[in-house]
């Protein structure tokens, strides 16, 4: 897989109400916008001393049913960091300034969870024989051919894409988890970046084909994360997982936690475009029937290969029956 990550550019807002007039405030602070930004940066900061820090200020104007609001925007340079903390105090820090530069009242001033400046971008190639469940390039055709009308239902359908993504946010957000970083903010992230190309929820990932007939995956969703700081840091389980996986960079961090969006994504795909999904969802349910059922060692593998066999009713009470017999022969 090649990934990339884009930027580590975190955003901040600032709303503004009461604007004298529609656009006054927005047009009377651009001539301060340097030394807004000097300003924010102003601060004994580890990540402004390595280069991080306040890196541009943009603004919107957004009307409302109470009215309108100048939107100011600060981009935040957090560098190895998740930001959240950096970026709200220099919301909260530079407000006033903002205030009496708009003549308008600060009203919210924190980050905002859709990071489209922190992208992360992965891609992927897989040959018809790779795909395959035989070997041949045939049946490696109709794999990717299933693959493709899949991903062209969630790309249209809300519903399906709905739950093709969260397939993806499975593993994405089950990784963010173990090393520590804020899985929520990634989720909401993710889940309104869809939206961003033309205002319709749609697929996170995209399946093509290419000239020589293999399947090409790709993704590109925000992805703030850390390494330096917050539970990354203090948390025993997220420091051993961050050392087992080796990185060195919150970018390093952000392409393997879109890899593994991305190969659950065509795992899932594969699984639904051919024997269908629950043929492995059935495969660890069974096992957690026979552990709520009390099995322990290999008689959990027992009754959970017995269970997967039985072509009747599958129910608790059949697989606790089950263990009691195996129990009393």
């Known amino acids: 897989m090649n990934l990339k990550r884009l930027a580590h550019i975190k955003r901040g807002a600032y709303r503004s109400q009461e604007l004298r007039k529609r656009y006054q405030g927005q047009k009377s602070f651009k001539w301060y916008i340097k030394a807004l930004m000097a300003f924010c940066n102003d601060v004994p900061s580890r990540m402004i001393a390595l280069g991080g820090g306040c890196k541009a200020i943009e603004t919107r104007v957004v009307s409302t049913n109470l009215g309108t609001m100048l939107v100011v925007h600060l981009l935040v340079d957090c560098r190895d960091a998740m930001g959240a903390n950096a970026v709200n105090t220099m919301a909260e820090r530079v407000a006033p300034r903002l205030e009496a530069l708009t003549g308008g009242r600060a009203h919210l001033r924190i980050l905002s969870n859709l990071a489209g400046h922190r992208l992360a971008r992965v891609r992927a190639v897989f040959s018809p024989e790779e795909?395959?469940?035989?070997?041949?390039?045939?049946?490696?055709?109709?794999?990717?051919?299933?693959?493709?009308?899949?991903?062209?239902?969630?790309?249209?359908?809300?519903?399906?894409?709905?739950?093709?993504?969260?397939?993806?946010?499975?593993?994405?957000?089950?990784?963010?988890?173990?090393?520590?970083?804020?899985?929520?903010?990634?989720?909401?992230?993710?889940?309104?970046w869809t939206t961003m190309a033309d205002g319709r929820y749609t697929s996170m990932s995209s399946w093509e084909c290419d000239d020589d007939g293999n399947l090409v995956g790709s993704m590109d969703l925000p992805m703030a994360v850390g390494i330096v700081g917050g539970a990354s840091k203090v948390h025993p389980a997220a420091k051993a997982n961050l050392a087992i996986l080796g990185v060195e960079t919150a970018q390093e961090l952000a392409g393997i936690i879109l890899c593994a969006g991305l190969a659950q994504n065509l795992g899932a795909l594969r699984a639904l475009s051919t024997k269908g999904i629950q043929a492995g969802h059935m495969k660890l349910h069974a096992k957690n029937m026979a552990v709520s059922a009390g099995a322990v060692g290999e008689e959990v593998e027992v009754l959970a290969a017995r269970l997967q066999a039985h072509e009747g009713h599958r129910t608790q009470s059949l697989v606790e029956t089950w263990l009691e017999e195996m129990r009393k022969a």
């Open 131 to 192: 795909m395959s469940s035989d070997g041949t390039k045939e049946d490696g055709d109709a794999v990717i051919q299933g693959i493709l009308e899949a991903h062209a239902f969630a790309v249209e359908d809300p519903y399906r894409a709905t739950t093709h993504n969260k397939g993806v946010m499975n593993a994405i957000s089950s990784v963010a988890l173990a090393c520590g970083q804020d899985w929520r903010a990634i989720e909401a992230g993710c889940h309104a």
